[in-house]
């Protein structure tokens, strides 16, 4: 159930009573804005997030009417180093909650397992060719969007993907969010696509649920600044507003 909606500059977003709830509309937002696309053009590129804060709009996205036999997929982000055939990677998390589960036109892995110079222009140029049309992500708890940490965040970034020190917060998010057993273990490295690659898309749905994401500011703060931008909060996520 909504509870309430809040608009700060040109961002609105919306507090529900449960994460269910939540992911529900955050997928009905997506699926309305992927159809949108959908209706100018033969195929929509789309940016997925990879973390358990996207679960419930995941699953939800899978029952909604779309025509994903249309959509180009894409993911944001990836650790050095890891592929398909690694548990922890993202590749691996979007292909078991949603890439293995519906047929895209095409999906599109990061190629982390290249030097990070290779993979970056490989992704980048596919992306130019196949510009976002619809970006489905979430927020750290240390603000970040994709893996622009705070440190390493460049609202004028002149690339689209880059290789990234990930800072102590993030890395022990992969821990709370229970990806890795200790800090240890999350790499330290990882391919990003850039805060003005995200936000080329016209449409972004951004999920954040989970009191950690209270506090979360910048660099989320961008989203602000978007025309087009939508945040689906639950109660905890939301706590310090309500």
């Given at each position: ?26 997928a009905?937002a ?5 159809r ?19 679960n419930?709009?995941l699953?939800?996205?899978?029952r909604q ?6 959509i ?31 047929t ?18 490989a992704?980048?140029e ?20 994709a ?11 002149p ?25 240890d273990?999350v790499p ?5 696509l850039?805060?003005?690659a995200?936000m080329?898309a016209?449409?972004?749905?951004c ?9 979360a500011?910048c660099p ?13 909060l639950?109660t905890d ?6």
């Amino acid at each position: 159930m909504l509870i309430r909606t809040i608009q700060t500059d040109t961002l609105f977003s919306s507090v529900y009573d449960s994460r269910s709830s939540m992911g529900y509309a955050a997928a009905e937002a997506a699926a309305s804005a992927i159809r949108a696309v959908l209706e100018r053009k033969e195929t929509a590129n789309v940016i997925f997030a990879a973390a358990p804060s996207q679960n419930e709009m995941l699953e939800s996205l899978l029952r909604q009417d779309l025509d994903f036999s249309r959509i180009n997929a894409f993911h944001m982000d990836e650790y050095l180093g890891l592929g398909l055939d690694d548990s922890a990677s993202f590749s691996c998390y979007l292909t078991k909650h949603l890439f293995g589960r519906v047929t895209f036109r095409t999906v599109n892995l990061i190629p982390a397992k290249r030097t990070p110079e290779a993979a970056c222009r490989a992704y980048t140029e596919l992306l130019k060719d196949n510009p976002p049309d619809v970006v489905c992500m979430g927020i750290g708890e240390n603000g970040h969007i994709a893996f622009n940490d705070p440190a390493v965040a460049d609202f004028q970034d002149p690339v689209w993907m880059k290789p990234v020190q990930l800072d102590a917060v993030c890395r022990m998010q992969q821990v709370h969010d229970g990806c890795f057993p200790t800090l240890d273990a999350v790499p330290k490295i990882a391919l990003t696509l850039t805060v003005p690659a995200l936000m080329q898309a016209a449409h972004l749905i951004c999920t954040v649920p989970g009191r950690t994401k209270a506090a979360a500011a910048c660099p989320a703060s961008i989203l602000r600044s978007h025309a087009h931008a939508q945040m689906f909060l639950d109660t905890d996520s939301a706590s310090q507003l309500l």
